[in-house]
């Protein structure tokens, strides 16, 4: 299980909040277009927000390199509207 919290006040070029929801949704969009993005969500059970600010990524089998594949330089994970 993974939680992630955003910063408080994090706003987009127009103003308005980023939520845990921009968040999960974005990473869902990601991880489709990902090999190893879609590799992590096969090995998870669910990714879901737990608040305006938090949400987590739960597996449901082991999978190790989950910061290494969020942070990849190549097509990072990006929070978009």
Known sequence: LWSFTLRQG???????PITAA???AS????????????AMMASAESLTTTGELTFE???RT???PV?????????P???SP
């Open 22 to 24: 921009d968040a999960v």
């Open 10 to 16: 994090m706003k987009f070029h127009d103003g308005s």
């Open 27 to 38: 990473l869902k969009r990601w991880s489709a277009r990902r090999v190893d993005g879609t």
């Open 62 to 64: 082991p999978f190790g």
């Open 57 to 59: 990524l739960k597996f």
């Open 77 to 79: 994970t990006f929070v």
């Open 67 to 75: 910061l290494e594949t969020l942070a990849n330089p190549v097509l």
